[in-house]
C-alpha cells in the first residue's frame, strides 16, 4: 500500500468516524428526548397517584360520616314505612297490636334481620323494606326471609305468617309477580302508605 492509498485510507475512516459520531449524538439526543419525556410522565403519574390518594381518602371520610347513597335511601324508606304503620298499624283489613323496626336473631347457626315486624294474636306481617324494589328482594324474600322466620321466631308459630314487599318503587310487572307470588305489596302514595293484598 502507498502513502497516498494510505492516507486515503485513514482520510475514509476518519470520515466515517465523524459520519458515525454525528449519528451517535443525534441518537443521545432523541435518548436524552425519550428519558425527559419519561421523568415529566413519571411525574406526572406520580402526581396522580398522589391526587388519587387524597380523592380515595375524602371518599372514605364521606362515606364513613354519611354512609352510602343506598344505605340512606333505604333507611329513609324503612323510616316511612316504619313511621307510617306505628301511626296506623293495619293492613288490608288487619289491625296490628304492635310493630317491630330492625329485629334481629340468631338461634342454631341460623341468624337475620327482618326490616319489620306487626303483630296481633293471630298474624305475623314479615315485611321487607326497599327504596326500589328489584326481582331479587322478592326472591330473597320468599327463599330466605320466609324460611327463616319460623326459625327464629318459634313464638309464633300458632300465628299465621304474611310475607310483605315494602317499597318507594315497584315495576308494574315486579308487583304483578309479587302479588301472585302471595306476598302483599306496600308502596308509597304520597305521604301514605297504599296496600294491596296478595
Given at each position: ?39 415529566r410522565i413519571d ?67 341460623v341468624e337475620d ?54 317499597a318507594f318503587h ?29
Open positions: 500500500m502507498t502513502d497516498d492509498e494510505l492516507k486515503d485510507l485513514v482520510a475514509k475512516i476518519a470520515a466515517a468516524q465523524d459520519r458515525a459520531d454525528v449519528r451517535q449524538d443525534r441518537a443521545d439526543a432523541r435518548h436524552a428526548e425519550a428519558d425527559a419525556r419519561h421523568a411525574a406526572q403519574l406520580a402526581k396522580t397517584v398522589t391526587e388519587l390518594a387524597k380523592t380515595d381518602a375524602k371518599l372514605e371520610s364521606l362515606s364513613a360520616m354519611y354512609g352510602g347513597v343506598s344505605d340512606n335511601q333505604g333507611a329513609v324508606a324503612e323510616e316511612f314505612y316504619y313511621n307510617s304503620l306505628k301511626a296506623n298499624p293495619v293492613l288490608g283489613d288487619v289491625r296490628f297490636d304492635l310493630i317491630d323496626k330492625k329485629s334481629t336473631r340468631s338461634r342454631a347457626g334481620e327482618f326490616d319489620l315486624l306487626l303483630v296481633n294474636g293471630q298474624v305475623v306481617y314479615v315485611v321487607e323494606v326497599k327504596y326500589k324494589a328489584h326481582e331479587s328482594d322478592l326472591r330473597w324474600l320468599l327463599e330466605v326471609k320466609a324460611v327463616n322466620f319460623p326459625r327464629l321466631f318459634p313464638e309464633y308459630a300458632d300465628h299465621e305468617v304474611r310475607l310483605a314487599l315494602a315497584f315495576h308494574d310487572d315486579l308487583k304483578q309477580r309479587t302479588l301472585e307470588a302471595g306476598v302483599t305489596v306496600l308502596q308509597r302514595k304520597g305521604d301514605v302508605i297504599e296496600s294491596i293484598a296478595a
